[in-house]
């Protein structure tokens, strides 16, 4: 495996990007810049994409040592991926894509606490079983998501990038147990 020091996690909602990283940026040393911290604002409002794509850039100036990006956004690859040396694709099957997205809407609505530092955003039952769901989301997104990424790594203009796809939870835990720093 090549080195890794410029990094974008990216996979279908409940896959676990921001857990693994997190993860994977304390044990490498790395910025971790999660892009729906970055994208969100009060009340559930979108950030433009201009604004959206400069702080995207501010982050990723800040990072020295280099970064992990967590999160998809697949209009912001022309900035986050200008430099990217490694995409991690977190693939879970569909069954616990759903799952992981039904026990973590209900979580956070039950919870009640902001969902990321920089907005004042939280689930709810409402927000959970409306069109908006993250459950829905991801129900609509997971193969279409997979379909888009299988085709990236096989696609010219993307072959300088190392490509990682972890396929299960097994993969995923043993891929950050064997990192080294």
Not at 36 to 45: A, E, R, S
Not at 83 to 107: C, G, H, M
Not at 126 to 148: A, C, E, F, P, Y
Request: charged fraction near 25%; glycine fraction near 4%; aromatic fraction near 12%.
């Amino acid at each position: 495996m090549a080195e890794m020091n410029k990094i974008n996690v990216v996979g279908t909602s409940a896959t676990g990007k921001s857990t693994f990283s997190k993860a994977l940026a304390q044990k490498l040393g790395l910025h971790y810049i999660e892009l729906d911290n970055l994208f969100w604002l009060d009340d559930w409002q979108e950030c433009p994409d201009k604004v959206f794509l400069a702080k995207i850039e501010s982050e990723i100036a800040k990072a020295q040592n280099g970064y992990v990006i967590d999160g998809n956004y697949t209009r912001t690859i022309p900035v986050k991926w200008a430099e990217i040396d490694t995409v991690i694709w977190l693939d879970l099957p569909f069954p616990v894509n759903l799952y992981r997205s039904v026990k973590r809407a209900l979580q956070r609505a039950w919870v009640q606490k902001d969902l990321w530092p920089d907005s004042n955003n939280q689930d709810s039952i409402k927000k959970m079983l409306g069109r908006d769901s993250i459950i829905w989301w991801m129900v609509k997104t997971h193969q279409k998501n997979r379909n888009k990424y299988q085709h990236m790594m096989q696609a010219p203009e993307y072959q300088s990038i190392q490509w990682i796809h972890l396929k299960s939870q097994k993969e995923i835990d043993t891929f950050l147990q064997q990192l080294h720093k």
